[in-house]
T-cell receptor, first 115, second 114 residues
Framework: DTGVSQDPRHKITKRGQNVTFRCDPI?????LYWYRQTLGQGPEFLTY????????KSRLLSDRFSAERPKGSFSTLEIQRTEQGDSAMYLC?????????????FGPGTRLTVL | AQSVTQLDSQVPVFEEAPVELRCNYS??????LFWYVQYPNQGLQLLLK??????LVESINGFEAEFNKSQTSFHLRKPSVHISDTAEYFC????????????FGSGTRLLVRP
């Protein structure tokens, strides 16, 4: 068990550029979540996959954001035409369904800075 | 709307003193409750969780939390803190009628001083 990994760990970009982040969940975990955390706040839910199906998206996920999990393993989160307000830590979590509840394990996050 | 409240943004405490970090949530509908800890420059780590059964749950490093349904609270306690407990602590809740997404509080920074 190598844990959830995220790449890159840090990304600095200029406003208007596109960025893509990758998350590799714990193997065998079929649920994958994306959260965003800004300074001084707790993480906020963005979207959730079960296998390759994206089952829920937060209203925080504007049209500039898109997430995929094409083969039900790793996932990517793309932000188009980045804005300074997109600067945040982007967290990925994965879980294995347990009857009634699953426990989410988090990766180290990707810190995005938009200049 | 579903929400989680951590009223204390920062809790300073001396080493070996007891501490309580407060967490309240918005609804008494069936919930699952979690505490996560974030050490400096590290990711979120699960500290403990309440799913069902005994309302008092414990972690391996001496923390405990008690689920109080009537008060919709899940406060975190430790009888004697160490310098190494300095971190950000997040309370999180999953409502059973949701997609299992976690709703987090804004966090409490525990600062342990020698």
């Amino acid at each position: 068990d190598t844990g959830v990994s995220q790449d890159p760990r840090h990304k600095i970009t200029k406003r208007g550029q596109n960025v893509t982040f990758r998350c590799d969940p714990i193997s065998e975990h079929n649920r994958l979540y994306w959260y965003r955390q800004t300074l001084g706040q707790g993480p906020e839910f963005l979207t959730y996959f079960q296998n390759e199906a994206q089952l829920e998206k937060s209203r925080l996920l504007s049209d500039r954001f898109s997430a995929e999990r094409p083969k039900g393993s790793f996932s990517t989160l793309e932000i188009q035409r980045t804005e300074q307000g997109d600067s945040a830590m982007y967290l990925c979590a994965s879980s294995l369904p347990h009857p009634g509840i699953d426990t989410q394990y988090f990766g180290p996050g990707t810190r995005l800075t938009v200049l | 709307a579903q929400s989680v409240t951590q009223l204390d943004s920062q809790v300073p405490v001396f080493e070996e003193a007891p501490v309580e970090l407060r967490c309240n949530y918005s609804s008494s509908v069936s919930v699952y409750l979690f505490w996560y800890v974030q050490y400096p420059n590290q990711g979120l780590q699960l500290l403990l969780k309440y799913l069902s059964g005994s309302t008092l749950v414990e972690s391996i490093n001496g923390f405990e939390a008690e689920f109080n349904k009537s008060q919709t609270s899940f406060h975190l306690r430790k009888p004697s803190v160490h310098i190494s407990d300095t971190a950000e602590y997040f309370c999180a809740v999953t409502w059973m009628d949701s997609s299992y997404k976690l709703i987090f509080g804004s966090g409490t920074r525990l600062l342990v001083r020698p």
